[in-house]
Every structure is written in C-alpha cells, then in structure tokens.
C-alpha cells in the first residue's frame, strides 16, 4: 500500500555510495518512498561518498535553513599531478616534482589553512557564470577566469601518510561552498608542487555523521518492513542546537501559528518556536529583541509559509 506524502516528515541521513548523483538519491527515494516532497541539502560528486542528509515532506522547508552549516570530509590527497577536474577522474595537465616534501612540511601548510581564506573554484563544477555552469563550458573546452570566493576552514588535520607513493589523507571541517579539490590543488602549489584528490569522504553535514549514516538498499529494507520511521530525524531535532521558545497562550499560539514578529528578551540568534502544547511550530532568528519567521513548519497556516 503506498504511503501517504505526510506519512514521512522530517530528516533521513542517506550513506551516498561511489557512482550515484546527489539528485540520483533523490529519485531514488522517491521511488522507495512513494512520495514526490524530497530534497538534499548538498551535492556530492558522484566519485564522493558519505553523508547526505534528505529532507522529505514539511522537512524540505529545512534546506534553505541549512545551507550554511559546516560539513566534515576526510580526503586522500595525491601530490606530484594536476588534472583538469582537480581529482583524479580527470586528465592529467601538470606535474611537479614532490621531492624534499616531508610530512612535517605538510601538517604545517595543511595548518596554514585555517581560517578564512580566498578560493578560486575549479572549472569542473555547478558553479554559475553568467547564467552557464562551469562543467558545461569545461565540457566544451572552454575554460573562463574564476572570481575567488571566500570559503572557512574551522580545521584541518593530516590523518596517514605514504609518501613513497605520494600520498596523504586529512580531515577538514569547513563551511559552505568551500571545494576539497580545490583546496588540495592549493595545498599543492603552497608545497611547491601540484596535488589533486584521489579520494574524498563526507564523514558530518547537518551534524550528522557516517555512522547514522544508510544505504538505499537499507532505506528500502526498512520501508518494506515499514520501520523507516524509526531512522527518520525529526524535523526540531535536526535544529536541537538552537535553543526553544514556547508559547505561553493561545494569544501566543496565535501569533506564531500567523508567522507574526514575536517580542522577546532574549540573545540574538536562532530558536525553536513551540506552540503552548508543546507541538513544534517553526525556527525564529532573533535580532535586538525581535523575533522574526525563519521558518515554519506547521501543517495549517493562513499568512506565512516557508
């Protein structure tokens, strides 16, 4: 029997495997599912694997809410060669010698990266220039001048090395928009050499990590036995960071449940809204005492949806 679209609301942490798309996933799902409402929130090169988080029905209001928050990667980066991609599914355009590279060169240049710094992105990628995403001109062999975006490293760290084989894994915690092929391009000409990635591993997004992570062969097991809803994050648990906010009447019921700017004495930033019965409402951002709609995620609403 199929599913009705309300029947899944909120968070599923999907393992990507090696070969499928982000968006893949996502039709995938639906299939499993039964239902059309499902939506990533960040793309993963079909070569990476790990976590991506999949908001399904009221929960895909979550994803513009999420796009800033960091993820984790852990990369196996290769020294010694540039290809166009930036990794190693690409051709080949420069090589630089590795010789006099030592490990203690690299935790150092790999530490030089903290922060904030600026980033040119790679060519092959869905950034948009002037209404044309990058790997469609790279697919055409032409190749523009980037403008440089600034991207966080909050840290990095090696993990292994086998440098016979010039070769090296780290783990970086980084915000949005920030490229591990790119960075290991960088890391390559801050060594004095060239560097593209050979392997690359999500391990945390949406405070999510690999270990919660499941396959689709798991996700559909477990709708057939109809226990998928035991693995599906709750939409205000996904936002368990933010501290909450409860209505204390039905006056105030009211005025969450019509999006209005609520007054409060609070710090500025992020919350949970809850109506007075303790039914999750929506995300608020407050800002010098004012409580503004950020979110909403109530079945019923008159004026407001997110």
């Not at 009211?254 to 609520?262: A, E, I, M, P, T």
């Given at each position: 029997m199929q599913k009705a679209e309300s029947s899944y609301n909120g968070m599923l942490a999907v393992f990507k495997e090696e070969g499928f798309t982000s968006n893949d996933v996502v039709a995938k799902l639906r299939g499993i599912l039964h239902m059309k409402k499902i939506g990533h929130t960040g793309t993963l090169d079909p070569a990476a694997t790990g976590v991506l988080p999949v908001c399904l029905g009221k929960g895909t209001k979550m994803i513009s809410l999420l796009e800033d928050t960091d993820k984790t990667y852990r990369c196996k980066?290769?020294?010694?060669?540039?290809?166009?991609?930036?990794?190693?599914?690409?051709?080949?355009?420069?090589?630089?010698?590795?010789?006099?590279?030592?490990?203690?060169?690299?935790?150092?240049?790999?530490?030089?990266?903290?922060?904030?710094?600026?980033?040119?992105?790679?060519?092959?990628?869905?950034?948009?220039?002037?209404?044309?995403?990058?790997?469609?001109?790279?697919?055409?062999?032409?190749?523009?001048?980037?403008?440089?975006c600034e991207v966080f490293i909050k840290s990095i760290s090696a993990d292994s090395f086998d440098l016979s084989d010039d070769i090296f894994e780290f783990t970086v915690e980084?915000?949005?928009?920030?490229?591990?092929?790119?960075?290991?391009?960088?890391?390559?000409?801050?060594?004095?050499?060239?560097?593209?990635?050979?392997?690359?591993?999500?391990?945390?997004?949406?405070?999510?990590?690999?270990?919660?992570?499941l396959k689709l062969s798991e996700?559909?097991?477990?709708?057939?036995?109809?226990?998928?809803?035991?693995?599906?994050?709750?939409?205000?648990?996904?936002?368990?960071?933010?501290?909450?906010?409860?209505?204390?009447?039905?006056?105030?019921?009211?005025?969450?449940?019509?999006?209005?700017?609520?007054?409060?004495?609070?710090?500025?930033?992020?919350?949970?809204?809850?109506?007075?019965?303790?039914?999750?409402?929506?995300?608020?951002e407050v800002r010098n005492k004012k409580a503004q709609l950020c979110g909403y995620f109530l079945t019923q609403t008159n004026l407001i949806k997110a």
């Open positions: 980066c290769k020294l010694g060669v540039l290809t166009d991609t930036e990794d190693m599914t690409g051709n080949v355009v420069e090589t630089g010698s590795t010789e006099g590279i030592t490990k203690d060169r690299i935790i150092k240049e790999l530490e030089s990266f903290k922060g904030r710094y600026m980033q040119v992105p790679p060519m092959y990628s869905a950034k948009k220039v002037n209404g044309r995403k990058l790997y469609e001109l790279a697919r055409e062999g032409v190749e523009i001048e980037r403008k440089p980084c915000s949005k928009g920030t490229y591990i092929r790119s960075l290991c391009r960088d890391l390559g000409e801050r060594l004095g050499t060239k560097a593209s990635m050979l392997k690359l591993v999500r391990t945390k997004a949406c405070g999510i990590s690999i270990s919660d992570a996700i559909e097991e477990l709708a057939k036995s109809g226990e998928i809803s035991k693995r599906m994050i709750s939409i205000d648990k996904v936002f368990s960071e933010y501290d909450e906010i409860r209505a204390g009447n039905a006056e105030e019921d009211k005025s969450v449940r019509n999006g209005n700017v609520l007054r409060v004495s609070l710090p500025d930033g992020r919350y949970r809204v809850y109506l007075s019965d303790g039914t999750f409402a929506a995300i608020y």
